[in-house]
């Protein structure tokens, strides 16, 4: 019988951990796909993370919108447009920058995102339905720290 060593054991954790993340994020993607058919049929899914982070944001300028989402101004100018164009998204003058233009979810963008969102709203919830509190805000603590790229707290 091979015994594994102790780094070798923590490659195969963090490739098993690599592996549940591809899993996560394939259910996410077809979330997010769903999503932005019922905002509005044939939306793309990166249509939809603009228009969810300018509705998370509540108001944001394009700038700080491609910065925030790592993409060329050009294309978050175009993509808004769109969203413009659906009634989702308004653009008003920036009250600080008279060069530049807010933008933020109109009312009837609001209510298509609720709507998009209400048959999969409980689908978290579900998910963690058997868990114990203490269990969902550990996991918590620990994403936030792989995010944030810190070593998570020590266990009590």
Not at 6 to 28: D, K, M, N, S, Y
Not at 68 to 87: F, H, N, P
Not at 100 to 111: D, I, Q
């Amino acid at each position: 019988m091979t015994e594994i060593s102790p780094l070798g054991a923590r490659a195969e954790a963090v490739r098993a951990l690599e592996a549940e993340f591809g899993e996560l994020i394939t259910q996410f993607r077809r979330v997010i796909t769903e999503n932005a058919h019922r905002v509005n049929p044939g939306m793309l899914p990166g249509a939809y993370k603009v228009f969810t982070t300018i509705v998370r944001r509540e108001s944001i300028t394009i700038s700080a919108l491609a910065e925030q989402l790592l993409m060329d101004k050009g294309q978050i100018s175009r993509t808004v447009r769109e969203l413009e164009q659906l009634g989702l998204v308004a653009r008003t003058p920036d009250p600080t920058d008279g060069r530049s233009s807010l933008l933020s979810p109109t009312p009837e963008g609001l209510e298509r995102l609720d709507a998009a969102r209400h048959p999969r709203e409980s689908g978290l919830a579900d998910a963690l339905d058997g868990w114990n509190v203490e269990d969902i805000e550990r996991l918590t603590q620990l994403l936030h720290a792989l995010t944030n790229g810190t070593t998570p707290d020590p266990l009590p």
